[in-house]
């Protein structure tokens, strides 16, 4: 799959855009119930700030996920994640509290100023395979990323 993003960055009153583009792969079914993915991310425009156009983190990321037996009371998805440049890795796991509400829990590793630490987000799917996911993570000295994402499955 792929996705275009556009992304909007605003630090004290100077603002700056850039556009990219994400790609991966997903290999279902590895193993039952063992999904494996490889994704690279942010390859596009730099955003500029003021004068100065730095790069976006382009990242190479290796991952996998687990369904856990779907006769548990909440199904749940329990995911490790690892970034190849710069090297960390998050766990993760994702629980369906009914057909269209989600509730994810997670933790990232890494230096404080990159958003390491606890993560949470919630996730509404319709019956048009529409989706609207909301996450929250640390960010060190910035304060709380807040991140929010329209989806649509066709």
Same mark, same amino acid.
Do not use: W
């Given at each position: 799959?792929? *996705?275009?993003?556009?992304? *909007? !960055?605003?630090?004290?009153d100077k ?6 583009? #994400?790609?991966?792969? $997903? ?6 119930? $063992?999904?494996?993915?490889?994704? @690279?991310?942010? /390859? ?6 003021? #004068?100065?156009? #730095?790069? =976006?983190?382009?990242? /190479?990321?290796?991952?996998g996920a ?9 199904? $749940?998805?329990?995911? @490790? #994640? ?10 993760? !796991? &994702? ?9 994810? /829990?997670?933790?990232? *590793? ?18 048009? *395979? /529409? ?9 060190? &000295? =910035? ?12």
């Amino acid at each position: 799959g792929a *996705s275009l993003k556009v992304i *909007s !960055m605003k630090i004290d009153d100077k603002s700056a855009n850039a556009f990219c583009l #994400d790609g991966g792969l $997903l290999y279902k079914d590895y193993y039952p119930n $063992l999904n494996l993915a490889a994704v @690279l991310t942010n /390859l596009g425009t730099k955003p500029k700030f003021i #004068d100065q156009a #730095d790069p =976006l983190p382009l990242s /190479l990321r290796l991952g996998g996920a687990y369904n856990l037996p779907k006769s548990l009371p909440i199904p $749940l998805l329990i995911a @490790l #994640d690892t970034n190849l440049f710069p090297f960390y890795i998050s766990l993760g !796991m &994702e629980g369906q509290i009914s057909p269209i509400f989600s509730a994810r /829990l997670g933790y990232a *590793s890494g230096p404080a100023d990159e958003g390491s630490g606890l993560t949470a987000g919630l996730g509404i799917t319709t019956q048009q *395979s /529409l989706s609207l996911d909301y996450a929250i993570r640390p960010y060190g &000295e =910035l304060g709380l990323s807040h991140y929010i994402s329209l989806s649509s499955r066709f």
